[in-house]
């Protein structure tokens, strides 16, 4: 299972960290990402990272948001800068086994999602 944390509301510029965390054993090669889903819109990705440390971002993230991740630890982060109100959604944590991230970025699918952790822009 994935364990989101971190949402919370900030002022348009801010910054937060998001967080997943990851239960059970991840040797093969495997995906994780963000993805999010704001009021009255599809779900967009947002950036994801493989087991080799890999990362791709949509466009609208390039450059104000880092994706990272612990392996030993079995954590994710999402560190968002220089947010926008477009940026209110809510964040969902998902993985997807043997995925590069640019796959993972392109397809609905994935086998594990979290629960979701909301971040409003304001």
């Known amino acids: 299972p994935l364990v989101e944390s971190g949402g919370v509301s900030v002022p348009t510029g801010g910054s937060l960290t998001l967080a997943c965390k990851v239960s059970g054993n991840t040797y093969r090669r495997y995906c994780l990402g963000w993805i999010r889903q704001a009021p009255g819109k599809e779900r967009e990705a947002v950036a994801a990272?493989?087991?080799?440390?890999?990362?791709v971002y949509a466009h609208f993230a390039e450059g104000r948001f880092t994706i990272s991740q612990d392996k030993g630890k079995g954590e994710m982060w999402l560190h968002l800068t220089q947010l926008k109100p477009e940026d209110t959604a809510i964040y969902y944590c998902?993985?997807?086994?043997?995925?590069?991230?640019?796959?993972?970025?392109?397809?609905?699918?994935?086998?594990?999602w979290g629960q979701g952790t909301q971040v409003t822009v304001s």
């Open positions: 990272i493989d087991n080799n440390e890999a990362a």
């Open positions: 998902a993985f997807d086994w043997g995925t590069h991230p640019r796959s993972f970025m392109a397809t609905r699918d994935k086998n594990y």
